[in-house]
């Protein structure tokens, strides 16, 4: 479906960039699932937080961290929909953008879940996992404003955004904390 090409009119080709990015979502929501060992959509995915909470305290950092890079990785690939936006009136383009918004929902679940462990393991963090942590959420926020375009007549989860912002901060802080350390050790 990737390699889906519909060359007869413009409007059929544009169509045709909608299932092309459609089929890359599906994909990497295999890769995602298989990744985390669970299947990201809401029939299959647990709904129990405080499961699925455990199961992420139970991870190592880079385990966490891995898993965070490739549920980001998701969302840069909804993110690359089509900029034919204005198609979302048409039915085949609308049912897809909300089955994308259903993995999206899901897979911000996931990431919120994971941000608020190894925030809680910031402390514990070396510095190249500091850093890993800080550029995946970067991924993550320069996503926003396309998110919100995307997905205009969503709710904008404007705690989450606020979280991983906090999050950012306290990375930055600490960053700057472990480098004084450094600096003091050196001398």
Same mark, same amino acid.
């Given at each position: ?74 969302? #840069?690939? !909804? %993110?690359? /929909? ?9 039915? &085949? ?5 909300? *089955? ?61 955004? #606020?979280? !991983? %912002?906090? /999050? ?9 904390? &472990? ?5 003091? *050790?050196?001398?």
């Amino acid at each position: 479906m990737s390699k889906f090409r519909q060359d007869s009119d413009p409007e059929r080709w544009e169509l045709a960039s909608w299932v092309r990015w459609y089929a890359t979502v599906i994909e990497q929501n295999f890769i995602v699932s298989r990744f985390l060992g669970h299947y990201l959509n809401s029939s299959c995915s647990s709904n129990n937080s405080k499961d699925d909470e455990d199961k992420a305290s139970a991870l190592l950092n880079k385990d966490l961290l891995g898993e965070l890079d490739v549920l980001v990785d998701f969302v #840069e690939v !909804i %993110c690359e /929909a089509p900029d034919s936006l204005h198609l979302q009136l048409n039915n &085949l383009v609308y049912a897809v953008i909300r *089955y994308a918004g259903e993995d999206y929902r899901i897979v911000q679940r996931e990431i919120l879940i994971r941000v608020v462990e190894l925030k809680d393991r910031m402390a514990s963090l070396s510095c190249n996992e500091l850093t890993q942590l800080l550029g995946s959420l970067k991924r993550f926020e320069d996503c926003k404003e396309r998110l919100r375009l995307l997905f205009v007549n969503r709710a904008r989860n404007d705690a989450l955004w #606020e979280f !991983i %912002c906090g /999050a950012k901060l306290k990375i930055m802080e600490m960053g700057f904390q &472990l480098r004084l350390c450094r600096l003091c *050790y050196e001398a």
